[in-house]
C-alpha cells in the first residue's frame, strides 16, 4: 500500500505562487532582443496564486500577482517550483473584474 497524500493548505496570510515561465528572451518596446542570461535588477514577475491562507484578504487562487521573487522562500512539490510569501509583499493583482485598477490589462 502507498504512502498517503496530504494536501498543502496554507497558514494565516501565506501565499504560494507559481512562477509563469518566460520564454528564453524577451523583447525590448524598441524591439531589441534581450537574452535569457542577462540578470535585469530589482525585476518584478507575475505568478499564479496556487495557495491561500485563510487571513490573506485581497488574492484567492488562480490570481496573478506581481511580486519580487528574489525575496521570498522557495519549495519543490512534485518537481515543481512555489514561492511561498506572506500577502503583504504582492504588489499587484490582475483579477478578471476590480472596482479601483489601473486601467492597464495583462
Not at 498543502?8 to 518566460?22: F, S, W, Y
Not at 496556487?50 to 488562480?62: E, I, L, Q, T
Request: with cysteine; charged share 25%.
Amino acid at each position: 500500500m502507498g504512502d498517503p497524500k496530504f494536501e498543502i493548505q496554507m497558514l494565516h496570510d501565506r501565499v504560494m505562487v507559481k512562477i509563469e515561465q518566460e520564454s528564453e528572451e524577451r523583447r525590448s518596446t524598441a524591439g531589441i532582443v534581450i537574452p535569457a542570461t542577462v540578470k535585469m535588477a530589482n525585476r518584478l514577475v507575475w505568478g499564479e496564486v496556487c495557495g491561500a491562507g485563510a487571513n490573506a484578504r485581497s488574492v484567492k487562487v488562480g490570481d496573478k500577482v506581481l511580486f519580487n521573487p528574489e525575496e521570498q522562500y522557495e519549495v519543490e512539490v512534485h518537481g515543481q517550483l512555489y514561492l511561498v510569501m506572506r500577502e503583504r509583499d504582492l504588489h499587484a493583482i490582475a483579477t478578471p473584474q476590480t472596482d479601483n485598477g489601473t486601467g492597464l490589462y495583462l
